[in-house]
Every structure is written in C-alpha cells, then in structure tokens.
C-alpha cells in the first residue's frame, strides 16, 4: 500500500507559508501595493508585535490560500499569474515583518513570544530577497514551473498525449518492459525546461536566506528542528543508520523478483542496482505496486489482501448504477460523464471510510464545508493539480484535499494519510496563527500515516475490504510485506532529496551537475539506476513535485520514523499487549484522546516536549520500526541466504548520469 507523500499545505503556499499561513485586517500594504509596509506604531513591545503579526496574518490567508487554490484546480496563465502576485504580497509583508523584529534581538522576552519570533523566521521554505524586482522574479518562477508541472503531458510516437495520472498507470499495473520504460521517460521530458528556471530560483532564495542571515536555504530549512541545522543533519544520519539493514534485505528480496520476471539481464542494473522504471512508482519511492511481482505467497496460501479489487469492485457497481439512470444507449458525451459520475461516487465513499476511522477514536466529523468544496476527482473540463493535497483555507474550519482519486489500494490509503493534515489543521486552529503548524514538519506527514499503521486485515476485513483472514505465518508475512513496501521502501527516497537540494544549495552541486549529482545520491541511498543514460540535458529532479514546488522533504523521512513511535503509543494506550503489528486502535476513544491532545499543541512548544507527552520520549527513535517489522526481516534474510545482497554505487551510476555532449534544455 502507498500512502503519497503529499505536501502538507498548499501547492505553491506551500513553499511560501511552509505548513500554514496566516492574517490582520487588509490595509494597501497587504492586498495589492508591491511597496513595503508602513514602520510599525512606536514604542511597540515584542509582546505587541507578535499579537499584531498573529492578526495580520490570519487576515491576510484566505486572500493567499484562495488564489492557491484557483491556481491548482484550474491551471492557466491567468490562475498562475494571480498565485504569483498573492505570493508576491505575501513575501513582501513577511520581508517586513522579519525586519521589524531585528529591533528585539538582545532582549529579554518570554519563552512564547521568542518562540513565535523564531518561528516567524522559519514561515517560509522560500526566503525571498528584499529587492522588489527579484521578489516579483522569484514569485513568477515558482508559478511557472509549478505550471510546468502541473500541465505537464508526455507526447508519445503514436501521437497519444498522456498526463502523469496515465502514465503512473502504465507503471502500476502493465509488466511490459518497454512501456514502462517509455512511460518513466516519458514523464521525466516535462521538467527539461525548469532547469534554467530552478538555477535561477536558487541564486534568488539563497539571496533571501542570505539577508535572513543565514549561510543559505538549506541551512534555513535545516534551523526549524529545535536543534542546530548540524544536530538535525546528523539526526537524520543516526535514524538511517538504525533501519539501513531493513531497506538492504528488501532490496536485495526485491532484485531477485525482479530478476526472476524480466531475466537477469533486464531485472537489476550492474551493479546490483534496481531498474529505475520497473519499480511501479515514478520516483521509486514506493514498491506497493508491485506486489504482483512481490507478495511473498499467493492469495490461496495467505487470504486475499486484493484491496484494489475490492475498491474496482465497488466502481464497477457504481458504474451500472449510474447507466441504469440513463434510458436507451448513452452518447459519447453521456457515457464519459456516466463514468465521471461513478468515479465521483466511489471517491466519495472512500473519503468517507477513511473519515470514519478518525471519527470512531472521538474526533469530529468533517464539516459540510469539506464535502461541498474539495476535489475528489479529475474534472473533465480543466487542467488541474492531481498531486494530493490537503488545505487549511481560512484557519477557521474550511478545510479541503484535492485529488484525482481513483478506486486503487495506493489512493485509498492516501485519503488516509491526507485526512491526518485536515483534522491536524482542526486541532490546532485555535492556537495563534504563528503557532498553528505542526510540532515539527515530521509530525504533520505522520499523522494520517499513523492511521494508516491501523490498517490491519484485521480492520481491513471489518470494513469489507478483504476476505476472512486465517491466522497463519503466510498471512503474516504477507501483510507486513505489504506495509514495508510503502514503509520501509521510502525510506532513503525521503532522505535523498533534501540531501540533493542542500547540496544544491550550498553549492556544492553546481547547476552543470544537477542531473550527475541527483543520480549518484539515488544510487547512494536507494540502489536505483536508470537503463539508459541520463546526462544534462536532464532535469530529472524537477520530474518530482516537491522539487519545483519547493517543499522540504526531510519531513517526510522523519515521519516514516515519527508514525512507528506514534503508532507504539497509541496501541499501549489503547490497551494493546500483542505483538505491535497485530494492533489497530480503530475505535478506541482513550488512544483519540491522546492524539487530538497532541494535535491541539501545533508548534507551541519544542517538538520534543510535544513528543515526551504522548511517547513518554523526547528523541526520534527507529526502535519501533524495527519491532514492528521483526517478523519480516526475519523472513528476509531466510529468503537472501546465500545471496550477494547490497549494491555498487560508484561506475555505473556515474555513467548512466555522466554529462553528455547535449546542451541542457533552456525554457
């Protein structure tokens, strides 16, 4: 199963606001003037600055959110270039706010009005300069490649133009070797002209870093932690450190499938590598498409865990029942709404058993505004973002997720996972709006996916999803080799793309590198190497959402660590004594109840106090991966004996992304 990765906010806001944004009454300064905004009252407090910045930006956010949002789910010129002037305020006014509170430096002041200082500091993964002119530059940059992106279509020799939902498809279920490998390429075409882009957002945010004082954005992004930026970097070391062998026994199970579906020449990369496109997920970050090829017993050996099939299942039923509304033969036109009308219902249906696990541990049903504003499914009429997203629209209870859902095991459980940003949104609304994010990044990605640890067949079968499950040691590995392929699989993807960006930007990546560099560190972490060479006319990066889109990505290593601590706690509250991955806290009020109190701290306070209250813990552990998956591994490395398991990173990686003679793409 695959719960995306998703951004935890919006889709440009993102970049700009980091988890949430915020608002005062709109003065010229914050609705339309590109000049700075007035000095702020005289003899001001901190105290007073920063309950006027909390009103500021509260009233400033649903103009932000609300273009955000026109510009995901109707992608146009127009849309981008009103995204890119509210980003434009937004910068501007955040700019000035930073500036006002240099004259606080040196102060006494109270643990929580320091605290929202810093924060203040840390509201944007996007440092903007303070020049106007570069401003504006930066702001229309991002528009266009999250433009680029989200239009992006792959154009193949048959004439066929598919979108990246399309070619996913291809990757999740077709085993054809060369369609795959034209679908992975295929895709990776659309970021070719960011590349002139990217390099140039990366002198700008670096400038704003810069007059932010700090080294550059990366350093920046790594100062959000309540640690140094060299104590999270070595954090993020020690926590790989601790589940590496897991990821190694996988991959090494992984390459001999593979070898045995495609033949020894086809199935791994020299090397030891995995093949980049037969990996069923664009990005090799998730292996849960491939349980075809993985699932280590059959359904007669081990129960049926076909979610899929159940959810086809249920569009199947939708589809007859919308056909049957229509008397005598549909059209064309009738028979694609007939289809989008079945899709809607399925996607709705699926919202709604993902919200009834949240709703079963005593959190609040999501209000009407949700079901009547968010976009469950493709339209037919528009470009849209499908990368799925979850919005706080006003910091008053509209909340919204926009996807393109479709009746898969990978989207159901993503709604999961989306849900978790929604009703963390929920929780902390009440706080002030520079203490309304997560208690760090890592918390707000781990939420839905602690759900998603609850997903038992146990549970799943209580809802319909599966059959009857037989105890048995088959059925167990199965069903933990099915959660370590969203789990254990994305591991060193998390960790790789931020290791990518710093690098980039503390330039020790040079723009003439980016492709070189990106597949070095993929060959690094995860063992994966594209068949045919990649060199820099390139931009293979750009080909993974949160990259233009500028979202920080570590967030989302550390909570594939966060979730396992969460989960282990929420099972001990519950009452739990088995085994951990036997437990599924699907209804239990006191287990909700120390969870939504959690939610309720947003990042009022160090994440390792917020963490100690429901874990008992104040540091990151991988302990709990590790006890969770002890069966699996343990079948593992049964199933690797005699193996030569790891990888060889160095030669061929180099050469399948060595520069070639070929000008990069301009544009």
């Known amino acids: 199963m695959k719960p995306v990765r998703a951004l935890i906010a919006l889709s440009i806001t993102a970049a700009v606001l980091g988890l949430s944004g915020c608002k005062k009454e709109p003065s010229p300064s914050t609705t339309g003037s590109t000049t700075p905004a007035s000095k702020p009252p005289e003899g001001e407090t901190a105290d007073q600055f920063v309950a006027r910045v909390n009103n500021e930006l509260r009233a400033m956010y649903p103009e932000l959110s609300a273009a955000q949002w026109l510009s995901n789910t109707f992608v146009n010129s127009d849309t981008e270039l009103v995204a890119a002037k509210a980003n434009e305020r937004y910068l501007l006014q955040l700019n000035n706010w930073i500036e006002q509170a240099k ?50 279509r792959y ?20 085993r054809d070797y060369q369609a795959q490998l034209d679908a992975w390429q295929g895709w990776h075409t659309i970021a070719q002209p960011m590349r002139k882009d990217y390099s140039r957002f990366v002198d700008l ?12 954005t990366g350093e920046m992004w790594r100062s959000g932690y309540d640690m140094s930026p060299v104590e999270i970097a070595a954090e993020t070391d020690r926590l790989w450190g601790q589940v590496k062998p897991l990821y190694e026994q996988l991959h090494c199970y992984t390459r001999t499938r593979l070898e045995a579906k495609y033949g020894a020449d086809k199935g791994h990369v020299a090397g030891g590598m995995l093949p980049a496109h037969l990996m069923g997920n664009m990005w090799q970050q998730d292996w849960g498409n491939l349980w075809d090829v993985l699932a ?18 249920q569009y199947t039923t939708a589809l007859q029942a919308e056909r049957a509304k229509f008397s005598g033969q549909p059209g064309v036109v009738e028979q694609a709404q007939i289809e989008r009308d079945a899709q809607e219902a399925v996607a709705r249906k699926m919202t709604e058993r993902a919200q009834d696990f949240y709703t079963s541990l005593g959190m609040p049903a999501l209000p009407k505004s949700y079901w009547a504003n968010t976009q469950f499914t493709k339209p037919r009429d528009r470009d849209v973002a499908c990368h799925a997203s979850a919005w706080d629209m006003n910091m ?26 929604v009703y963390y949104y929920l929780a902390y609304n009440n706080q002030p709006p520079l203490f309304q994010q997560g208690a760090h990044d890592g918390f707000h990605e781990a939420i839905g996916d602690t759900m998603v640890l609850g997903m038992t067949p146990g549970y799943l079968q209580s809802i319909g999803m599966v059959g009857v499950q037989q105890p048995s040691n088959e059925a167990l590995i199965n069903s933990q080799m099915r959660m370590a392929l969203a789990k254990v699989s994305f591991l060193p993807f998390g960790l790789m793309i931020d290791r990518w960006r710093w690098g980039v930007f503390d330039g020790s990546i040079k723009p003439d590198q980016y492709n070189h560099a990106w597949w070095q560190l993929k060959a690094k972490y995860q063992g994966v190497a594209p068949v045919t060479a990649r060199g820099e006319e390139f931009f293979d990066a750009g080909a993974k959402y949160h990259v233009p889109a500028n979202t920080p990505y570590t967030r989302y290593f550390l909570s594939h660590v966060l ?38 701290k947003g990042s009022s306070q160090p994440w390792q106090q917020t963490l100690k209250e429901l874990t008992g813990g104040e540091k990151m552990d991988a302990s709990a991966v590790l006890e969770y998956f002890a069966p699996l591994q343990a079948w593992l490395k049964q199933q690797n004996e005699g193996k030569t398991c790891g990888w060889q990173p160095e030669g061929v990686a180099a050469a399948a992304s060595k520069p070639s003679a070929a000008k990069p793409a301009q544009g």
């Open 155 to 174: 154009c193949g020799s048959d004439k066929k133009c598919r979108q990246l939902g399309e070619l996913e498809d291809v990757l999740r279920s077709n």
């Open 205 to 216: 945010v670096n400038e704003g870093a810069d007059e932010m004082g700090f080294a550059d």
């Open 396 to 421: 008053a209870g509209d909340v919204r997720t926009k996807m393109c859902i479709k009746p898969n095991e990978e989207d159901f459980t993503t709604i999961y996972h989306e849900l978790g940003h």
């Open 103 to 152: 004259r606080f430096e040196g102060q006494k002041l109270s643990p929580q009005t320091a605290r929202a200082i810093q924060l203040l500091k840390l509201q944007t993964a996007m440092p903007a300069p303070h020049e106007p002119a570069k401003l504006a530059e930066l702001t229309q940059i991002v528009s266009r490649m999250d433009g680029t992106y989200s239009k992006g």
């Open 563 to 600: 979730q396992f601590q969460f989960y282990q706690s929420l099972c001990k509250a519950s009452g739990h004594t088995g085994p951990l991955h036997e437990c599924s806290f699907y209804g239990n009020k006191e287990a909700g109840a120390k969870f939504q109190a959690m939610l309720g």
């Open 296 to 313: 280590p017993y059959s359904a007669e050996q081990a129960g049926n865990l076909d979610i899929t099939g159940a959810l086809q299942a």
